[in-house]
Nanobody, 125 residues
Framework: VQLVESGGGLVQAGGSLNLSCAAS????????GGWLRQSPGKERELIAA????????YYRDSVKGRFTISRDGADNMVRLQMSSLKPEDTAVYYC???????????????????WGQGTLVTVSS
């Protein structure tokens, strides 16, 4: 499965951005998905995850209440709505999928086996 992110860019602090992840194959629809990010000099971190049917979600504490992950089986995409952005949200954002899990969300980065190439989000102060 190929994953392609879009929607990154430059935004001022307090602003919003919407990221999208498009999958090349329909089987993506039965995989839990996630959004991860990596800032310069830091390890990659999981910030949001969603179950295959969208009924269960997980958020990292630092983004709770500001980011919303969603998915639409009809268009085979996973989205991340980001609001109240802060300079510390600056990072490359990656979409990923866990092809081995069927229930719930994947909270372990090591379980994600399909990755997009990433999209850069820059938040200016």
């Amino acid at each position: 499965v190929q994953l392609v992110e879009s929607g990154g860019g430059l935004v001022q602090a307090g602003g919003s951005l919407n990221l999208s992840c498009a999958a090349s194959e329909r089987r993506f629809g039965v995989y839990p998905g996630g959004w991860l990010r990596q800032s310069p000099g830091k390890e990659r971190e999981l910030i949001a995850a969603i179950s295959w049917n969208g009924r269960e979600t997980y958020y990292r504490d630092s983004v709770k209440g500001r980011f919303t992950i969603s998915r639409d089986g009809a268009d085979n995409m996973v989205r991340l709505q980001m609001s109240s952005l802060k300079p510390e949200d600056t990072a490359v954002y990656y979409c990923a999928a866990d092809s081995r899990r069927r229930i719930g969300v994947s909270r372990d980065i090591g379980l994600y086996d399909y990755w997009g190439q990433g999209t850069l989000v820059t938040v200016s102060s």
